[in-house]
């Protein structure tokens, strides 16, 4: 059983699509986050819910919107796609912050063409 | 300045060697301090987790922990191959606002 599971794997789009990501955790955690990493792999936080309740949001652009139906759902939609949020997307989640560590799901790698 | 500082090497080393991964931090309010592990095309894995300061060992990893430096490591002991990954040391003020380094590439030749 994926504790963290992210779909798709792979995204190819052009410029200006609006496409979506999907992410989902079992382990019964209280906050999801959503961090970008860029080709030289640093991570940067993009977001974080707890109990459906955005609690960090750095400076993204508003093109990028997380919505959480649940605990254990938090989506990343992308509006107007541009060439430079080719990266890859981690989610993860976490048991009461960060404090336990988080466990993160495989990775969305996009490609913006 | 960046917050977490965390030399992207690459290092490579033979079998069986101790390796040693180190970050340097500004952010005297970190508390919580982490070694994250990522193979190639994989998402990264907790490794090691230390509260505070102090020594932490776990089998053939030890994280060390010098708030009064603001200096974190990771020795390795008796490095395996299968140890080749990007390593990425993180840590926190809170329970919520993690904070990256930029990842240590290592590669442990047979």
């Known amino acids: 059983d994926t504790a963290v599971s992210q779909t798709p794997k792979y995204l190819v789009t052009q410029m200006g699509n609006d496409k979506s990501i999907k992410c989902e955790q079992n382990?019964?955690?209280?906050?999801m986050y959503w961090y970008k990493q860029d080709s030289k792999k640093f991570l940067k936080i993009m977001f974080s819910y707890n109990n459906k309740e955005l609690i960090i949001n750095e400076t993204v652009p508003n093109r990028f919107s997380p919505k959480s139906p649940d605990k254990a759902h938090l989506n990343l939609h992308i509006n107007s796609l541009e060439l430079g949020d080719s990266a890859v997307y981690f989610c993860a989640s976490s048991p009461v912050g960060a404090g336990y560590g988080y466990t993160f799901g495989s990775g969305t790698r996009l490609t913006v063409v | 300045q960046k917050e977490v500082e965390q030399d992207p090497g690459p290092l490579s080393v033979p079998e069986g060697a101790i390796v040693s991964l180190n970050c340097t931090y500004s952010n005297s309010a970190f508390q919580y301090f982490m070694w994250y592990r990522q193979y190639s095309r994989k998402g990264p894995e907790l490794l090691m987790y230390t509260y505070s300061s102090g020594n932490k060992e776990d089998g053939r990893f030890t994280a060390q922990v010098d708030k009064s430096s603001k200096y974190i490591s990771l020795f390795i002991r008796d490095s395996q191959p299968s140890d080749s990954a990007t390593y990425l040391c993180a840590m926190s003020p809170l329970d919520n606002d993690m904070r990256f380094g930029a990842g240590t590439r290592l590669t442990v030749k047979p």
């Open positions: 382990l019964g955690h209280d906050t």
